[in-house]
């Protein structure tokens, strides 16, 4: 969920530690003499290519380049994506910006009964109200101006949604003829959200694209599923898995991150300064500093200048600062997730249960054990996105931060000598792995393999595994 948060956070600290190799994961599929992307190379070395790459908006996939697999049937399409443009979670002490978000503002009704007929409260229209007071009487640090809460989609993230509905129809609708062009029976699609708003209200546009013109009728409703938080496993959820925190202590306290940081501390030093903020998040990671630039300049915002004494100066924040944050937050998350020796292990206890929950919704369509709905959709977050990213070994590309409306597509077909393949289509392109760790086709990797691979990353015991 983009946890910038303190707390979180908190749990790093500096001590060195060598880590052993996992057994289970992370293993090389031969034995390479390439350098470019083993744990301890110099981050110098990562070559992040983010030509064509946008942090602003994810690449759609299209029917024009969408190509059915040949001689193959499509069974199953389970999307994972991560929400729209959204505003910052972080609001500067010199504060000066407006941000709206009037677009998103969702109409909601109770029932009243159980019973049909199903009587509601009537609608009611969720409305932020940022009183004009809070910029004069001291709270003026807490949120900006407008009608946006800190975290939220934007009219922008409402519209990348729609947008790749609308694809997603295009592909499975209008030319494949996957999926029906009407929604008659709203169980053949599955909708599994986290419980905050902007993940939610990203789901509806896609949604609402995918089967446009839906009344408001309750009959209906597509059951919009929410894990309670407490048990969430479609990010990191730390107070479910404490022993999360253990591995990211390891990780940031390991002597390459530590040597980053403190090749990076200039860098961070003058961003923070002129940000005019300060404290351990700004000195232990780049998360803080991809949330509170790269928002401002997805909407073409002024970038933060230095404030002296209430006074705005010319010190002010470059283009390039961005993008070296952008870099040096992927090459982070690219070391967390996918790198260092422990992240295998991590990347079971972060996002191993959701991977279960897609091998299992695949196993119960193929064996026939449970009806399984064709098209599931789950609207989550950019570690969401990145953790899965990180525990297949996507390349170092496909490891740049995931923009925003970033959507991975699972299609289970069968082939016609009845043979299960899964392909994975990640921001319009097939997903492609990191070199040395080619463990499979994407474009076509047989079921078995793929289950095989998944196996190391989930948990056999996870209240046992996530205990410390
Ligand atoms: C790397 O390995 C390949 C094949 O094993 C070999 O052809 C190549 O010369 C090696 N490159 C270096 C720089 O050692
Ligand atoms: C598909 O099947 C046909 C007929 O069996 C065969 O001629 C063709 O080569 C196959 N195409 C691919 C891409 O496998
Ligand atoms: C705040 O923004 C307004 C409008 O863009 C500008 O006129 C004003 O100078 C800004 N104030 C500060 C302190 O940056
Ligand atoms: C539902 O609303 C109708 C019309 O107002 C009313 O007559 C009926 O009693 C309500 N039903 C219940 C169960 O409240
Ligand atoms: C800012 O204000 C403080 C206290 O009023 C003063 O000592 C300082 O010189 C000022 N700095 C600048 C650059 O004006
Ligand atoms: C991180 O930022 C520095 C500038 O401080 C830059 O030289 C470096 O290339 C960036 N790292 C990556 C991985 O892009």
């Not at 899964?422 to 997903?431: E, P, S, T």
């Amino acid at each position: 969920m983009h946890l910038f948060s303190p707390i979180f956070l908190a749990s790093i600290y500096a001590a060195a530690s060598t880590a052993a190799a996992s057994p289970l994961l992370g293993q090389r599929d031969s034995p390479s003499n390439e350098t470019s992307t083993t744990y301890n190379t110099p981050v110098s070395q990562y070559n992040f290519n983010d030509a064509g790459y946008t942090y602003c908006q994810a690449n759609y996939p299209s029917s024009k380049s969408y190509s059915p697999l040949p001689n193959a049937s499509l069974e199953m399409v389970q999307v994972v994506v991560r929400h729209g443009d959204r505003t910052s979670y972080t609001v500067l002490p010199n504060e000066n910006e407006t941000w709206t978000c009037d677009g998103v503002e969702e109409d909601t009704y109770l029932h009243e009964t159980d019973k049909p007929p199903r009587n509601t409260t009537g609608s009611f229209k969720q409305v932020i109200e940022i009183p004009k007071w809070n910029s004069k009487y001291g709270f003026s640090n807490k949120v900006w101006a407008g009608s946006c809460d800190i975290g939220e989609l934007t009219d922008i993230g409402k519209s990348q949604h729609r947008k790749l509905g609308g694809q997603l129809r295009d592909i499975y609708v209008r030319k494949t003829h996957f999926l029906p062009p009407t929604l008659t029976d709203t169980s053949s699609v599955y909708f599994r959200t986290t419980h905050i708003w902007r993940t939610k209200n990203s789901g509806e546009s896609l949604l609402g694209s995918l089967y446009p013109g839906r009344n408001t009728d309750s009959n209906d409703a597509i059951p919009m599923h929410t894990y309670p938080e407490s048990i969430e496993t479609m990010y990191e959820n730390t107070a479910a898995c404490p022993k999360l925190n253990s591995y990211v202590s390891q990780i940031y306290g390991s002597a390459t991150f530590q040597q980053f940081l403190k090749d990076q501390g200039p860098l961070m030093s003058r961003i923070s300064g002129i940000l005019g903020v300060s404290g351990s998040v700004w000195t232990a990671s780049w998360s803080g500093y991809v949330d509170a630039l790269l928002p401002r300049k997805c909407h073409a915002k002024p970038l933060p200048c230095r404030s002296v004494n209430g006074t705005k100066t010319d010190d002010c924040i470059t283009e390039d600062d961005v993008k070296q944050a952008m870099r040096n937050g992927s090459f982070e998350w690219t070391y967390k997730f996918r790198d260092h020796p422990l992240s295998g292990e991590y990347m079971r206890l972060a996002i191993g249960s959701f991977l279960a929950t897609l091998r299992d919704q695949i196993h119960d369509h193929v064996s026939g054990a449970a009806k399984a709905p064709k098209f599931s959709l789950y609207s989550a977050h950019d570690s969401t996105v990145a953790t899965i990213l990180g525990a297949l070994k996507a390349s170092n590309a496909d490891m740049l931060w995931p923009p925003y409306a970033s959507n991975m597509l699972f299609e289970l077909w069968k082939k016609n000598d009845g043979n299960h393949v899964v392909r994975i289509i990640y921001n319009g392109h097939i997903l492609q792995l990191q070199d040395g760790f080619k463990w499979c086709d994407l474009s076509s990797c047989p079921l078995d393999k793929f289950n095989k691979y998944l196996e190391a990353l989930i948990p056999t015991d996870v209240a046992a595994q996530c205990a410390i």
